[in-house]
């Protein structure tokens, strides 16, 4: 033992000799050495290269041996292409992941070493355990050095790299220690700088996808990477002491320079640690220059990466059996808000669906707070819907339907389109059987839908075009007014709160607007009766409005149709109906009703689901029924019946059944409807003829010969009027083509526009009653709204040619004529080149004897202000009711003569009486902004805050917004065919191969009418009846609305659905004349004589009226022609001496007042 304490007690006092001499410079020395020598070795070669090497001149590219190595460098490539792909794959593996292992492992040696305080100690290499592991990492990266040497293209520039420069002062002094039996800590904390190439590490393992994740990972490589190596400079310079002598060593642990580094850089500074050397001291001056700057601007944006990176970043996390939808588009707080209060309606049935929103932008604060309060329900996730990887975290191919937003107020409405069809590309292309929804601002960019290849809307993809719908509700607005507001309506989620402070009137529309549309399947106690006898029921005890049942198709297909109050329909078992009620509950009465159980109960809240037998009865569900009950709206095929493509405005009173035709001098006569549109069983239809006396008659156009005719005496010219069947259109019962190619819409051959165009004098002679004034403004480069969308649901082909009422477009020419082309083949349309804030043009074109006047703009809203996007419609409606006009009368009613009654006493009105006062004049305003809408009426106490369907131009059917268009998106997820029927009922009847048609670009083709076209005219429409007079009348004297409804179905077939009302019943002096809505008002529900009710009708072929010349024409030297709004002359004879005479008098005068006195006169 003595011998062992005495080695060792001589051992230790030799490396303490060892030390007293400092070889430090042995190692650097090495380092520096190896750097010179090799960039010595790459400038002699260069230059010997320089000197003996000479380039061989260039070939030229034909040149047999240029071609000949060109083949055989080829061939090469060719037959090394796999082994080079293989041996790149393997090289890059080997460079980029273990290199950067053994690097990490290398500097954690260092890290052990460095936890010493001396930085240079003496111990046989055989003993130390580190060095040895670290020499061998240093052969391998040597080797790498090497390998990197030889395939670097510019070998000179490759020395001076910053990784060479690591290799350099880190692989030389582990050999110098073997010689020397000493370490010196060194240069290797330089190791460190390998951490900066995580980066690319991990985008090449495809860890690191996104671009804020690859940049955080270089801001903390960097910062991580030049913390480390200069706290190893530091705790060298310390631990070392100042040169030559080295006499003033200070002793610091690497892990305490770490912390003093942080701590300085930070520039907080404690104090508790701090350099003594000068070495020391000087390096950190400097580098805090760099130091400093780094941590000021590598920090803050770390946090805000990692900050704003976790909150919308992420992945979808699915629960097990719920279902998800992605909306994407235009997401701000107003869009998202009105979606989501149509989408989550208290009144829809358990609605297990997650919606998740996808935007590229961080949602605001008010946005932010929106989904909070919806959590349960509502997710937010950063991305784009044109990434992929985007899609793959929100999980696309998972959703059950994908939606896209339209910005409403864009300024430019086809870049918008364009955005969102880009959108619907990038979707499809991810996952093609993903349902898409998509709103699109413009009807002409529906057809790049078409292009996409997955686009099949039988599978559910739907597009909602909001100019196509909006300028469709105005048009059933010209037709019925108020029933946009009421169809508007039936298709949002509302819910409403009675109040006793409010008005009479705002009570009862507002306990319409709570009616939605919802579908249930009728239990067997309906198995067999008929349908008025189910709606009946339907109404009375179980207080449901049934509008139609689902017809399947017969046993060679699955197809079904829906069909709108059938007459002879009987209902079979499990049918669907179609039904108007406050809340999905209350519709699945009739689903527990039961003849045996609930025929006593009174109380309809009492219909529960009971236990007889009859419950034993299998329920035959499908799976989509399943999905899609109690959802409002229900699906509709094709060729089915659509309820409303036609619908009339006037004031219907009965007509007489049976017509006789009159004598042969009258004007006109009627004829009997062609074979193809009479019911088959007359029997079958009690109600043949009062659908027909209530079918509207509008005023019959007279015969006409040319476009002027000259009289046999004197050549007086005489020019036609162009109210009704213009001179220049075209003769209706001579075209062989009096449809489109599909059978639903009027057509008429092309006209140019300069034929429909008139001037201010042209329009003032023309007799215009009962048309319809289109008031728009537009610039010649306004983008194009599609007038064609609100023409055609004014041509239904389930009118007759003489209902059709009159177009008159008061606009700027330069428009219309880049619409025209859309025009050209819908008849009686003219265009009056006008301001629609002149009152000498709205004269002209006799707007007080309008049965419509629609104020629309082309113009795009600027982004300075949007509340004057609405500032000209606004204008022209305050200029119109301002306005006052001559008390002018029905030139034409027949009021004089008894054979002109009907059986039940009540006259034919055939024209409109003019409006004194402009506010009078039927009209409705398309607004941009809804908070305008309290502009439009001047005596309504409507709050700014108040939504638009509360406002009382909305609810008398006199202003429209396209924000009431919103619903519709979650009302088409929830049912895929809701949008087919809602388009069908307010565009006149268009169809899926219509639709094909219109997208080829060329409008509306005529086609030969066959019984198959024509069958198409046999369509639902719906009626507006007055009370004043008709069978109807008595129920206008203290009558109740269940008692009207049982009638007119029992009697008439007419299935009542609403009231228009005046607002103010009272007869004071100041009552208003403005009508509103009820929608479905109760049973118990009194009316009045004034009030109109809202009636749905099986279409009648009714009397097709047809011109006809009188016998003395050709002796006269031919027809004086003149066309006055639709003007019918009476039955009586009238002396063709008269008749030119009060010809000569209108056409020379443009005063009304004196044309309407001599039109009386005449009668």
Known sequence: MSGCDEEVITTEPSFDNCLQVRKWWCFLLSSIFTFLAGLLIVLLWRAFAFICCRKEPELSPNDPKQKEQKANRGKQEFEGTFMTEAKDWAGELISVVLVFILSIASLIIYFIDASNDKVEHCEKWSNNITQQIDLAFNIFFMVYFF?????????????????????????????????????????????????????????????????????????????????????????????????????????????????????????????????????????????????????????PEIIELVGSGSKYSGELKREHGKRHIVVCGHITYESVSHFLKDFLHEDREDVDVEVVFLHRHVPGLELEGLFKRHFTTVEFFQGTIMNPIDLQRVKVHEADACLVLANKYCQ?????????????????????????????????????????????????????????????????????????????????????????????????????????????????????????????????????????????????????????????????????????????????????????????????????????????????????????????????????????????????????????????????????????????????????????????????????????????????????????????????????????????????????????????????MTVLNGHVVVCLFADPDSPLIGLRNLVMPLRASNFHYHELKHVVIVGSVDYIRREWKMLQNLPKISVLNGSPLSRADLRAVNVNLCDMCCILSAKVPSNDDPTLADKEAILASLNIKAMTFDDTIGVLSQRGEQDNLTPVGSPIV??????????????????????????????????????????????????????????????????????????????????????????????????????????????????????????????????????????????????????????????????????????????????????????LMQFDPGLEYKPQTRPNAQNSGGAVGINTGNIVSSTRQTNNNQVVLLLMVLTVTSNVKLQSLCITLFI
Request: net charge negative; hydrophobic share 40%.
């Open 147 to 299: 390998i990197r040497f030889i395939a670097a293209s510019d070998k000179f520039w490759f020395m001076l790299e910053m990784y060479s420069f690591v290799d350099y002062f880190t692989i030389p002094p582990s050999f110098v220690s073997i010689y020397l039996d000493r370490t010196w800590i060194g240069l290797r904390f330089l190791r460190a700088l390998r951490l900066m190439t995580v980066p690319d590490i991990l985008q090449y393992l495809n860890i690191l996808k996104t671009s804020s994740s690859i940049r955080l990972a270089q801001l903390v490589s960097i910062f991580i990477s030049v913390w480390l190596t200069a706290a190893g400079i530091i705790h060298l310079l310390e631990n070392s002491g100042d040169p030559l002598e080295f006499n003033n060593p200070h002793q610091l642990s690497y892990w305490t320079c770490v912390y003093f580094l942080i701590v300085t850089m930070s520039t907080v500074g404690y104090g508790d640690v701090f350099c003594e050397t000068v070495l020391g001291r000087t390096f950190l001056v400097f580098f805090l220059l760099v130091g400093l700057a780094m941590f000021a601007s590598s920090i």
């Open 412 to 764: 430019d409405p086809d870049a918008e389109d364009a955005a969102n069809i880009m959108r619907v590309i990038s979707i499809k292309n991810y996952s093609d059987d993903i349902r898409v929804i998509i709103q699109l601002m413009q009807y002409h960019n529906k057809a790049y839908l078409l292009n996409i290849p997955s686009w099949d809307w039988k599978q559910g993809d739907d597009v909602i075009c909001l100019a196509e719908l909006k300028l469709g509700f105005i048009a059933q607005s010209c037709l019925a007014p108020g029933f946009s507001t009421m169809m508007a309506n039936l298709f949002a989620m509302r819910s409403f709160k009675t109040s006793p402070d409010m008005q009479i009137w705002q009570n009862d529309y507002l306990q319409g607007t709570g009616c939605e549309m919802y579908t249930e399947t009728l239990s067997p106690s309906f198995t067999g009766m008929t349908f008025p006898q189910a709606s009946e029921l339907c109404f009375t005890k179980l207080k449901l409005l049934l509008l139609a049942i689902e017809i399947k198709g017969g046993e060679e297909g699955n197809d079904s149709k829906i069909s709108i109050n059938p007459r002879g329909a009987k209902i079979l078992a499990n049918t669907q109906g179609f039904f108007i009620a406050q809340s999905a509950d209350e519709v699945k009465r009739a689903w527990f009703y039961c003849k045996a159980c609930h025929d006593d109960i009174k109380d309809e809240t009492l219909i529960k689901k009971c236990k007889c037998k009859n419950w034993d009865v299998t329920r035959e569900r499908d799976e989509i029924n399943l999905i899609n009950r109690n959802k409002r709206m229900p699906s509709v095929s094709s060729g089915s019946h659509q309820m409303l493509n036609s619908i009339q405005t006037k004031q219907v009173n009965k007509v007489k059944p049976n017509v006789n035709r009159p004598p042969n001098g009258a004007e006109g006569v009627v004829v009997s409807p062609s074979s193809y549109n009479r019911p088959p069983d007359t029997e079958a239809n009690p109600y043949a003829g009062y659908q027909l006396a209530y079918e509207v008659k509008k005023l019959m156009p007279t015969a006409r010969g040319g476009s002027s005719t000259q009289n046999s005496n004197g050549g007086v010219t005489l020019q036609a009027g162009i109210a009704d069947d213009q001179s220049k259109d075209f003769d209706f019962e001579k075209t062989e083509m009096k449809y489109d190619s599909t059978g639903m819409f009027h057509w008429s051959p092309a006209r140019s526009l300069e034929d429909c165009i008139l001037d201010r004098n042209q329009a003032a």
């Open 910 to 1095: 055939l024209q409109r009486r003019g409006s004194v006062y402009g506010a009078n004049v039927p009209m409705i305003t398309e607004l941009v902004n809804d908070s305008n809408v309290q502009f439009l009426d001047q005596d309504d106490d409507d709050d700014p805050d108040t939504e638009l369907y509360l406002t009382q131009p909305f609810a008398c059917g006199t202003a429209f917004a396209v924000s009431v268009l919103d619903s519709l998106m979650s009302t088409t997820y929830f049912n895929q065919n809701a949008l087919t029927l809602i388009r069908s009922l307010i565009t006149g009847g268009a169809t899926p191969e219509l639709e094909l048609i219109l997208a080829e670009g060329a409008g509306l083709r005529g086609g030969y009418s066959t019984p198959e076209s024509l069958s198409n005219r046999d369509r639902c429409r719906v009626g507006q009846i007055s009370f004043y007079d008709g069978p109807l009348a008595q129920f206008g004297e203290a009558g109740k609305y269940g008692d009207l409804f049982v009638a007119a179905l029992k009697s008439y077939g007419m299935l009542c659905i609403g009231l228009y009302r005046f607002r103010d019943t009272s007869s004071s002096c100041d009552a208003s004349s403005k009508r509103y809505v009820i929608t479905n008002p109760p049973d118990d529900f009194s009316l009045l004589p004034t009030d109109q009710v809202f009636v």
